[in-house]
Structures are given as C-alpha cells and as structure tokens.
C-alpha cells in the first residue's frame, strides 16, 4: 500500500500518463500526412500540448523526488544534532561532576573589584588571583557575579568574559552551565607550576540595577570548596573593593555575619566612592555583603 501512494503521488492515476503518450504518438504520426493548414496546426497544437505535459510531469516528479530526499536528510541531520546534543551535555555534566568532587590543587589570593555602575553597561567585575600550585594546576572552575533575579539564560559572551595572564601562557574559557548561574571551565596552558597571577573580567550587564533603582541590594559569595591541604578554603587572603558613582551621599556595606573587615568610604582620584572589605583568614564560609546607597534624583 505504501509503495502505491508513493506513485500515485506522482502520476495521480496511470490514466494521465496514458493520455499524455496517445496524444504526443498521435500527433507526431499524423503531421506529415494532412495537408490542409488548419490541420497542421491543430496537429502541431495538441503534439506541443502533450509535450508540454510531459515536459511538466517529469518536471513535477523530480520535484517531488528532490522535496522527499530533502526532508529525509532533514530528519537525519536533526537526529544527528539531537545525538551531539546529548553527548556535549554529558560531557559537561561529567566535567561538572569531576571539578565539583576534586579537592582542588592549590593556593590563592584572590582580589576582587566590583564597580558599580553609572547605568548598566558599566557595572563590571575584576577578579584578580595569585595561584600557588600544589603541585600543579591545568584546569579549574568558577563562576561569574551574574543578576539572578531574572529566568534568562546568562552565557559567557553576553557578559565580555576576558581572561587575562599577563606571564607565562594563555587561558581558554569554556562555558559549562548556560543558566542563571553561569559555570566557566579555565584551562591553563602551560599548566601552573610556580606562583601564577592571572585575572578574569566580565561585564554583568545591569547587576546592580536593583541598587540605583530602589537604593539597596545584596551580593553573596560561596567559600565552600575544601582544599588538599584539608583546610577549609583555598584562600589565604580575600579582598573585595566596592566601587561606587559620585553622590553627595556616601554608600555603606557590611557584611551580615561581621565576616571580615570593612573599611570606611572613602573617595577616589575620580570622586568615587571605595569601601574595601578584606578576610586575611577566610575559612569556607558563605559571606553576604548588604549594599546601599541613596537614589539620585
């Protein structure tokens, strides 16, 4: 039955090829014995007319044949994504799993710059790290400050990730989770052998859109991670600088467990504001800084 419908589709009915054949038979054995003129043409007409058919039948069929190995390539093709789809999510999940349960292989210090902007392109974070390796380090993740207050899919190229290693060889930066949580995969190559400084930028484009609208917000940072050593952070040193616009008025931070210490605001060269929080012992901790500074208006 399959077999059936697939040439019917073509023909629709072996009667119309039937036809098409008489006519075009007929009218070229017929052209060279009438002599009236009008017979001619009538002849010549209806010779033209099954040719035409014919020339627009074949036309259809290998239309039809195009159309059908079209659309069976488009299901390959779209199976064939969907398979490499899946594999690249497994691969993801498996190097999520492995840097999630690996201890990691070092120590750090670890800088942090958080500007708050003006508007929402100029809100920008700099992470800027020294490395001690333990006794070596290729690879590693983290994980940008995006806004979470959105369902929206934050990847690595809407918030201008750089990378920067100023001696000693390059970083590749791989996205791992497309979410609200963004997870960049850094590989270092050559690997780190020796005290390493390297830092990371992006632009989290409206992060702290909140804070300008409604003049309060909040940043948190998870410390959790345990080291090889056995201690409970990475970190030797943890430093975080809050940059804040011009006002009349000064911002004001602090930290909601009293981690750390906080400095007072001060202005810089710019007249920005600065406040600098620092932990000289940071120990594994979630910390929360509280944000505020009054609404230009």
């Given at each position: 039955?399959?077999e059936?419908s697939?040439?019917?589709?073509?023909?629709?009915?072996?009667?119309n090829?039937?036809?098409?054949?008489i006519?075009?038979?007929?009218?070229?054995?017929?052209?060279?014995d009438?002599?009236?003129?009008i017979g001619?043409?009538?002849?010549?007409a209806v010779?033209l007319?099954?040719?035409?058919?014919?020339?627009v039948?074949v036309?259809?069929?290998?239309?039809?044949v195009?159309?059908?190995?079209?659309?069976?390539e488009l299901l390959?093709?779209t199976?064939a994504?969907?398979?490499?789809?899946?594999?690249h999510?497994?691969?993801?999940?498996?190097?999520?799993r492995i840097?999630?349960?690996e201890?990691p292989l070092?120590?750090?210090?670890?800088?942090?710059?958080v500007?708050?902007?003006?508007?929402?392109?100029?809100?920008?974070i700099?992470e800027?790290?020294?490395?001690t390796?333990?006794p070596l380090?290729?690879?590693?993740t983290?994980?940008?400050?995006?806004?979470?207050?959105?369902?929206r899919?934050?990847?690595?190229?809407?918030i201008?990730?750089?990378?920067?290693?100023?001696?000693?060889?390059?970083?590749?930066?791989?996205?791992?989770e497309?979410?609200?949580?963004?997870r960049?995969?850094?590989i270092?190559?050559?690997?780190m052998?020796?005290?390493t400084?390297?830092q990371?930028?992006?632009?989290?484009?409206?992060?702290?859109?909140?804070?300008?609208e409604?003049?309060?917000d909040?940043?948190?940072?998870?410390?959790?991670?345990p080291?090889?050593?056995?201690?409970?952070?990475?970190f030797?040193?943890?430093?975080?600088?809050?940059?804040?616009?011009?006002s009349?008025?000064?911002?004001?931070?602090?930290e909601?467990?009293?981690?750390?210490?906080?400095?007072?605001?001060?202005?810089?060269?710019?007249?920005r504001?600065?406040?600098?929080w620092?932990?000289?012992?940071?120990?594994?901790r979630r910390?929360?800084?509280?944000?505020?500074?009054?609404?230009?208006?």
């Amino acid at each position: 039955m399959a077999e059936t419908s697939k040439y019917e589709t073509f023909y629709k009915g072996p009667l119309n090829v039937f036809v098409m054949l008489i006519g075009s038979a007929s009218g070229v054995a017929q052209l060279a014995d009438f002599s009236s003129a009008i017979g001619q043409w009538v002849l010549t007409a209806v010779f033209l007319a099954s040719l035409l058919y014919f020339v627009v039948r074949v036309w259809q069929i290998g239309f039809v044949v195009k159309i059908r190995e079209l659309r069976a390539e488009l299901l390959e093709a779209t199976k064939a994504l969907a398979l490499q789809r899946a594999g690249h999510q497994h691969y993801l999940d498996a190097i999520q799993r492995i840097s999630e349960r690996e201890k990691p292989l070092f120590s750090e210090t670890i800088e942090v710059l958080v500007t708050v902007g003006a508007d929402d392109d100029s809100d920008s974070i700099v992470e800027k790290r020294v490395t001690t390796p333990e006794p070596l380090v290729t690879h590693r993740t983290l994980r940008p400050i995006v806004p979470t207050d959105t369902d929206r899919l934050a990847r690595i190229d809407e918030i201008s990730f750089k990378t920067v290693r100023p001696v000693g060889g390059t970083i590749t930066a791989l996205p791992l989770e497309q979410s609200r949580r963004l997870r960049v995969w850094l590989i270092f190559d050559p690997a780190m052998t020796t005290p390493t400084e390297w830092q990371v930028e992006y632009r989290p484009r409206g992060l702290w859109r909140p804070l300008r609208e409604r003049g309060w917000d909040q940043l948190a940072w998870e410390d959790r991670l345990p080291a090889a050593s056995g201690a409970p952070s990475a970190f030797t040193r943890f430093v975080v600088t809050f940059s804040f616009p011009e006002s009349d008025q000064p911002p004001s931070v602090k930290e909601r467990q009293g981690y750390g210490r906080m400095s007072e605001p001060e202005r810089d060269h710019r007249g920005r504001w600065e406040v600098v929080w620092r932990d000289e012992k940071p120990a594994g901790r979630r910390y929360v800084w509280d944000l505020t500074q009054p609404v230009a208006s």
